[in-house]
Antibody, heavy 120, light 107 residues
Framework: EVQLLESGGGLVQPGGSLRLSCAAS????????INWVRQAPGKGLEWVSA????????YYADSVKGRFTISRDNSKNIVYLLMNSLRPEDTAVYFC?????????????WGQGTLVTVSS | DIQMTQSPSTLSASVGDRVTITCRAS??????LAWYQQKPGKAPELLIY???DLQNGVPSRFSGSGSGTEFTLTISSLQPDDFATYYC?????????FGQGTKVEIK
């Protein structure tokens, strides 16, 4: 059974940093792209970032480019999202999702999400 | 970035109704479109990919169509479990934009 477990969310001040983790199980991790998708309270979905199966290809939404860094450790089956220079508008539930291919496309499995709150 | 626009934003319908949701892309995305369903407090679930391919385990009352810039999600006979919010997502460009969502409410 595919499982994606996010952790690392919490309350952080504007300008601060946070690192989210996504621990995966139930599939051959290195063969699949992983995405981060966020949802601000009461709002719609926003794709944030993606990493290919090997970790060599990374992609970012314009809203987070230069502030967020996605990476993966295929020996530990974990994906990270390092978030710097956080802004109040980054407040959201962050979902880790698995894609059906090595290159990022869509999300066929989702974690339950971790809440990030950026506030003073 | 490719912009995705869904209509309507909210839809009121009754059990048994045929429901259609539209998603328009700001430029051609060929058939690189997915649909998701999200219930309150839950993570979204994939319904359809490549515009019309049904994800494993999704009931056949769901169907998708379209190509280029205009797409539709149809629920042939609305069931109580289908009251939720639906999102389209394009994956033609690497910035995988979502539509703003369509909430299907009980009439």
């Amino acid at each position: 059974e595919v499982q994606l477990l996010e952790s690392g969310g919490g309350l952080v001040q504007p300008g601060g940093s946070l690192r989210l983790s996504c621990a995966a199980s139930g599939f051959t991790f290195r063969n699949y792209a992983i995405n981060w998708v966020r949802q601000a309270p009461g709002k719609g979905l926003e794709w944030v970032s993606a990493v290919g199966g090997s970790g060599g290809s990374t992609y970012y939404a314009d809203s987070v480019k230069g502030r967020f860094t996605i990476s993966r450790d295929n020996s530990k089956n974990i994906v990270y999202l390092l978030m710097n220079s956080l802004r109040p508008e980054d407040t959201a539930v962050y979902f880790c999702t698995k894609g059906p291919l090595t290159v990022p496309t869509i999300s066929d499995y989702w974690g339950q999400g971790t809440l990030v709150t950026v506030s003073s | 970035d490719i912009q995705m626009t869904q209509s309507p934003s909210t839809l009121s319908a009754s059990v048994g109704d045929r429901v259609t949701i539209t998603c328009r892309a700001s430029q051609s995305i060929s058939s690189w479109l997915a649909w998701y369903q999200q219930k309150p407090g839950k993570a979204p679930e994939l319904l359809i990919y490549k515009a019309s391919d049904l994800q494993n385990g999704v009931p056949s009352r769901f169907s998708g169509s379209g190509s280029g810039t205009e797409f539709t999600l149809t629920i042939s006979s609305l069931q109580p479990d289908d009251f939720a919010t639906y999102y389209c997502q394009q994956y033609r460009s690497y910035s995988r934009t979502f539509g703003q969502g369509t909430k299907v409410e009980i009439k």
